[in-house]
């Protein structure tokens, strides 16, 4: 029996060790150049200057090592693509969560993350192999949950992100009402507001505020500018400010008591919302005191009472 650990971590290090050198056979026999690979240099157009001048495309202080590790990267995220959610939800959610990030940067960052997951899972499956004599099939099942779970943390931090800028933005979405109100009110037109408030406010809302600024700047239409703040945010209530202030430019509406009334609807709309997480709350912060408080109390109550029959018996 003392000899089984050894044999189970020995299974394991070569399953693990064979799986890896199955997968580079296979990758490099996929990786066969095609004729349009072949003959691609042969027909492409003449190039201005020297190759040899061109700078390296490397993002890192060893481009040999990345240029070795690149196809092996490449491969790992397009397993991760499929896996995960469709490139144009996720474009839609980095820039909800704004991010200055590409695609394939995130994917990038998810295959570095699911990689340290599971690398994290190997030395605690080997741990157990060598300590417990685990079977070597829940010890690589245990590395293959280290690896997904190191994928989902990517995708809920992501989604975190979301949910936290929308947050802030709601809160912020009252006050610049107001600010947009108070210049147009002194007659300021719309995009100068816009332009003032941007520039005199901070936060992820002034932001938004800037980019439909700077859309105006370079020749976008107002109520064009204005529609794709409402799709790069995805939220009802800026969607419908955004709406508001379009529709006023367009019919020649009164900017300001359009802008108030969209300040009144959102706090009224955030006030309705805490009600509601306040009403959440109340039925959560009933646990304890059904299964803590009034266990306790009843035993404290009824104990003296058992006692004392005791003491009559």
Known sequence: MSGAPPVALGALVGGVLGAGLWLVAWRLQARRP???????????GQVGTSTLLRAPATHTPFPTVERLIAPVMHDAVRLVERLSSPRADLVARL???????????????????TAIAAAAGLVLALAAVAGRGTHPVVAAALVVVCGLTGLVVTEHRLSRQVHRREERMLAELPTVAEL?????????????????VARATHGELSGEIGKVVADTRAGTPLIDALERLADRTGLVNLSRFAEA?????DRGTPLADVLRAQADDVREASRRALMETGGRKEVVMMIPVVFLILPVTVAFAVFPGLSALRLDL
């Open 34 to 44: 095609r004729l349009d690979d072949r003959l691609a240099p042969y027909l492409r």
């Open 180 to 196: 947009l109100a108070l210049a147009v009110g002194a007659g300021e037109g719309a995009l100068g507001a816009l332009e003032r």
């Open 245 to 249: 202030i379009a529709v006023a430019v």
């Open 95 to 113: 820039g909800r969560a704004g991010r200055e990030q590409s695609v394939e940067e995130y994917r990038v960052e998810q295959v570095v993350t």
